[in-house]
């Protein structure tokens, strides 16, 4: 999947693309027709940078409720023909998503949507998820025909089921169907259920990993084998370490860490951190300033993982470093770091949002972190991100750390904050939004009395719907 285009933050495409709260806002202040363009864009094509880990779909159904959108655009979406020549979960995930929430609010052509879906099109795993959560057993049992005549009948076709029904993300139609009288559908499934069982206790019966009694050799080969063959095993390495390593093993394990193989560098760098040895320090500077791209990244996880008062003091001497050891410094203090060090965070914060821009990754910590130690010069900072980045996520944690710096939070973010597409997000504003203003208490209200609404989001409105916001 392409990187999506995001639209600057100053349109109502490009606030709609970003889950912003004042999406929602401007689109219903917006004209309709306009606004309903702007929000099939979004869902037709999704905006998130990480889908995995950023929320949308119900940010878009609401909104489509608000503006009584039709569906004929989605449906266009998921029936034509690219559906078969780009079967990605990426390119319908989002809308069948979206389908799903408004079929919880009642919206009966987007359950008739979804079921259709899940009897004729690509991503139909996603769809039969949704509907799990949302349709009736009628409904459900519908679908067992056209969903098991996609495994043709023989021993590839029951394998391919038996793995589908083992690794389903809902079992509730799998439970229903093993429950159907005919043999086509009752007896396929529960024959599908028994073999994904069985392929469960095969795995469990022939672990690939260590076995009790390895040597600390044996552990050091293993995650070198694995880095051979592209698997990353220097966290998994370092636990079995911490179990089969004694006092009498560490001039080994140092010598690993030093000059070692990249795999087994990276899994005794990784156990010596988590053991805080006095060593380690050295060690990682050492790796990073070695060459080795591999090594050096194992070197900055092992620092990362490391908790004493000497990482971070060595931390004060490392975050002026401009490479990824400079990063991790930097991360280290606006975690552990204390009052003395707010300047070094508020500097990494803006280095990486001038050389990086308001996206990068490592933002997140440092968000944290002057959030953590209440730097409050830093709220211009917060702002200009928490307007251009295209995360929400980044902006949920941005919107913490305004919380904490920004007197101005109540009255200003805060307030459209309510609106945003991460549930974390309204939390954070029905806990600070200032009640005052009419539009929060309305909010407040609508956010209280939504089915679909996270149970976390409606313990915070619960207890401002109070002494101060009668409902």
Do not use: K
């Not at 008062?309 to 930097?330: H, I, K, P, Y």
């Not at 203003?437 to 989001?457: C, F, G, K």
Request: glycine fraction near 10%.
């Amino acid at each position: 999947m392409f990187d999506p285009v995001i639209a600057p933050s100053g349109t109502l495409l490009g606030l709609l693309q970003r889950g912003r709260g004042d999406g929602t806002l401007h689109a219903l202040a917006a004209p309709r027709a306009e606004a309903l363009a702007a929000l099939g864009h979004c869902v037709l094509a999704d905006p998130r940078h990480d889908w995995q880990v950023e929320n949308r779909s119900l940010y878009y159904a609401r909104l489509y409720l608000d503006l009584h959108g039709g569906l004929d655009e989605i449906e266009a979406h998921l029936f034509g023909a690219e559906d078969h020549l780009d079967p990605e979960e990426s390119r319908t995930g989002l809308a069948l998503a979206v389908l799903g929430h408004l079929a919880s609010y009642g919206r009966q052509d987007a359950l008739l949507l979804l079921r259709r879906y899940a009897a004729t099109g690509a991503n139909w795993a996603w769809a039969l998820d949704e509907l799990a959560l949302r349709d009736d057993d009628a409904g459900l049992r519908g679908l067992a025909l056209p969903v098991l005549a996609r495994f043709p009948a023989g021993p590839a076709g029951d394998a391919e089921l038996a793995g589908v029904v083992r690794d389903a993300f809902e079992p509730r139609p799998w439970r229903l169907w093993a429950e159907d009288q005919r043999d086509a559908v009752g007896a396929r499934v529960r024959a599908a259920q028994e073999q994904g069982s069985f392929d469960r206790w095969q795995r469990q019966m022939r672990p690939a990993g260590p076995r009790p009694g390895w040597s600390v050799r044996a552990v050091l080969d293993w995650a070198q084998e694995g880095y051979e063959r592209g698997a990353v095993l220097d966290g998994p390495a370092a636990r079995c370490l911490a179990a089969v390593a004694g006092p009498e093993d560490r001039p080994e394990l140092l010598t690993a860490a030093r000059d070692g193989l990249p795999g087994a560098r990276g899994a005794a760098l990784h156990h010596l951190a988590a053991s805080r040895d006095p060593a380690l320090l050295d060690l990682v500077e050492a790796a990073v300033d070695g060459g080795s791209r591999p090594v050096a990244e194992a070197a900055v996880a092992a620092y990362r993982r490391m908790c004493g008062e000497d990482a971070v003091a060595r931390a004060r001497a490392w975050v002026r470093r401009t490479d990824e050891l400079g990063a991790a410094a930097a991360e280290v203090l606006a975690c552990r770091g204390t009052a003395q060090d707010a300047g070094l965070v508020l500097g990494a914060l803006r280095g990486t949002i001038r050389s990086a821009g308001p996206d990068a990754p490592q933002l997140a910590v440092l968000v944290d972190g002057v959030g953590r130690l209440d730097i409050a010069c830093a709220a211009p900072v917060l702002r200009h991100v928490y307007r251009e980045t295209s995360s929400s996520q980044l902006r949920g944690r941005v919107a913490r750390a305004l919380a904490a710096t920004d007197p101005t939070f109540a009255t200003g973010f805060a307030v459209e904050c309510l609106w945003d597409c991460e549930e974390t997000t309204r939390e954070v504003a029905a806990q600070h939004a200032e009640t005052g203003d009419v539009r929060v208490a309305e909010r407040l209200r609508r956010l209280a009395a939504d089915p679909a609404e996270e149970a976390e989001v409606q313990t915070a409105v619960r207890n401002r719907i109070g002494p101060d916001l009668q409902v």
